[in-house]
């Protein structure tokens, strides 16, 4: 057993190079995992300084303006829009989603289970009203449990003072100094590394492109897939469209699992207002068309060079950095799965030192 490891250690452990990205990989996880609440400003400021950088290139290079200056306008151009958005929309839709649990679900669960009462006159043997009623109860007390959790848990995120200020208030100043300073920045996090770090300075340059790339993608996949939903439903004149829009266009954050959980909230309000006939199937075409436009096009355009991971992984690589980080380790799953790959295809082995050894 002992020389066994042994030769694992050689073949793979061997070389100062993987030791050093191992060591540094270990520590930037383990400090994520254990400190991911307190860093959330900053993972957000990271996330809207990668969004922003691309702008702010485009400007300097159009205008020929200095980079300060550059930096200023698209981070107070960003935050306006961000700001003014939020307070035109984040009303209605917190009214829409309280009249929908209150006032919506309990009458789609008394007409649910009028619906289910014709099963015992039909079937007497198999189902009975009493089991119906025990049932539609059952749902009945956990929606209202279910509804209960969520606006508390609203009421706990964002009417907390304390946190809404580090938010609005820490998170401008971050993205501003991460445009402003980036290579300062980088020169000081560079001079924290070990000497032997060519390995990780070779997966960090791959990583940067892919993240920016993946960033900018998913901030327009959102906004395109969520806006695109908000017009059809309006269209077809479907109750509570924005509400159900923001979680389509928030749904792509979780490729494929996303697209398949939201389609039941569409599927439920439509069926409960338009009941079985051609508006609801008018209805879940158009919604299936929006679907099959992300997967097929939308996405493909905009991370073709980004992703490159197979379905399997990517489902895995959502189960899993989402279960260590929450929200975080689900909108980083795609580049942190393409980090994982490109440290498995760049890992040093005894076979390729040799090989490098004998050229």
Avoid at 186 to 205: D, M, N, Q, Y
Avoid at 338 to 351: D, F, M
Wanted: proline share 4%; with cysteine.
């Amino acid at each position: 057993m002992i020389d066994i490891f042994a030769k694992w250690w050689k073949r793979h452990l061997s070389d100062p190079e993987a030791i050093s990205l191992l060591v540094i990989l270990i520590v930037g996880f383990g400090v994520i995992y254990l400190f991911g609440d307190i860093l959330a400003p900053i993972l957000a400021a990271i996330v809207i300084a990668y969004l922003l950088s691309w702008p702010v290139a485009a400007l300097k290079k159009r205008f020929r303006l200095p980079e300060n200056l550059c930096v200023s306008l698209v981070s107070l151009g960003f935050f306006a829009v961000l700001i003014l958005g939020t307070i035109g929309t984040a009303p209605m839709i917190w009214n829409q989603l309280t009249t929908l649990i209150n006032q919506e679900v309990p009458q789609m669960i008394t007409t649910a289970r009028d619906g289910l009462m014709v099963l015992p006159e039909k079937y007497p043997q198999v189902v009975s009203g009493e089991q119906v009623n025990k049932i539609t109860s059952l749902i009945r007390l956990k929606m209202t449990e279910y509804g209960q959790t969520v606006i508390s848990a609203s009421l706990t995120s964002f009417v907390s003072l304390a946190k809404l200020a580090v938010y609005l208030v820490l998170v401008p100043f971050l993205v501003f100094f991460m445009l402003k300073d980036r290579r300062q920045l980088g020169a000081w996090l560079a001079s924290t590394l070990p000497e032997e770090r060519i390995l990780a300075t070779k997966v960090w340059l791959e990583m940067d492109e892919q993240i920016g790339n993946y960033v900018r993608g998913k901030v327009v996949e959102i906004i395109i897939v969520g806006a695109s939903s908000f017009i059809v439903f309006t269209l077809l004149g479907l109750n509570y469209g924005l509400l159900l829009s923001v979680l389509i266009g928030l749904s792509v954050l979780i490729p494929y699992i996303g697209a398949a959980l939201v389609t039941i909230p569409v599927a439920v309000i439509g069926y409960f207002q338009f009941g079985w006939n051609a508006d609801f199937g008018y209805l879940m075409l158009a919604y299936t068309i929006i679907q099959a436009l992300d997967g097929n096009v939308l996405v493909p355009l905009l991370f073709s060079e980004t992703v490159n991971l197979h379905p399997v992984a990517i489902i895995v690589a959502v189960l899993f950095f989402g279960g260590l980080w929450g929200f975080w380790g689900v909108f980083f799953a795609i580049p942190l799965a393409t980090l994982v790959k490109a440290v498995y295809n760049i890992w040093p082995s005894q076979k390729s030192l040799s090989a490098d050894a004998d050229f």
